[in-house]
């Protein structure tokens, strides 16, 4: 599931503030109408609303009485419409905050990062783990790669999470084996090398020469974050 649902009928626009979120590391879907916007929320509801106002069809204080009828997601207004009628209107709707066109994108992050910190605190932040390209949902114990699920088995997942949450530090072969299998696992550490493979190949670009999991000879592995 995407973190930001952007509503948004100005393409450039759009694709502008997409970069920013994306960047800061947020999967971000985008609506250009109201009527797309509804059908977006119907399939799921995102962890944010970034929502202008002035829409073809159904106009954004539509959309948002509508998400207001059964959900709390958070709601930021983006509106050349700043009237104090207009904003009030918005708050009154439900809006958590209102921010004027042109866009300034760094007060915008601001703002975004704001309203994550305030609705989901530190727990949220610890649950999604970013590294570059690769996102890893700790609570559903799922791994994106651009955006695209990647399937992992137990051991896998267990190991790229150590390695992502230990970015530049040489890890033991004999550590990593003990901390993933088990210092009383029958397993042999051969087990190792061959989940490390089978882990570039699901990763990396060129698991012939990988970019995150590197080995360091004799010693073990380090992972980079690019």
């Not at 009030?88 to 809006?95: H, I, K, Q």
């Not at 992050?109 to 970013?130: D, H």
């Not at 040489?170 to 989940?195: C, M, P, Y």
Request: aromatic share 8%.
């Amino acid at each position: 599931m995407y973190d930001i649902l952007m509503v948004e009928d100005e393409e450039e626009l759009a694709a502008l503030l997409r970069l920013y979120m994306e960047k800061a590391g947020y999967i971000v879907q985008w609506a250009a109408s109201g009527e797309e916007a509804l059908v977006c929320l119907q399939k799921g509801m995102p962890k944010m609303l970034l929502l202008d106002i002035t829409l073809p069809g159904i106009d954004g204080f539509a959309v948002c009485r509508e998400v207001r009828k059964t959900g709390s997601v958070p709601i930021l207004i983006i509106s050349a419409r700043v009237g104090k009628e207009d904003q009030l209107n918005g708050f009154r709707l439900g809006a958590d905050d209102y921010i004027e066109k042109p866009v300034d994108p760094d007060l915008l992050m601001a703002k975004i990062g704001s309203l994550f910190a305030r609705i989901y605190g530190t727990l949220a932040q610890k649950e999604i783990l970013y590294s570059g390209s690769i996102m890893i949902d700790k609570s559903a114990r799922k791994v994106y790669k651009d955006k695209i699920p990647v399937d992992l088995n137990v051991k896998e997942y267990e190991l790229l999470l150590l390695f992502v949450e230990n970015p530049g530090k040489t890890l033991d072969k004999n550590f990593l084996f003990h901390r993933i299998w088990g210092a009383d696992s029958f397993s042999e550490n051969q087990t190792l090398t061959v989940h490390i493979k089978m882990l570039r190949n699901k990763i990396e670009e060129d698991p012939k020469k990988p970019m995150h999991i590197k080995t360091v000879w004799g010693v073990g592995y380090c992972y980079e974050e690019l």
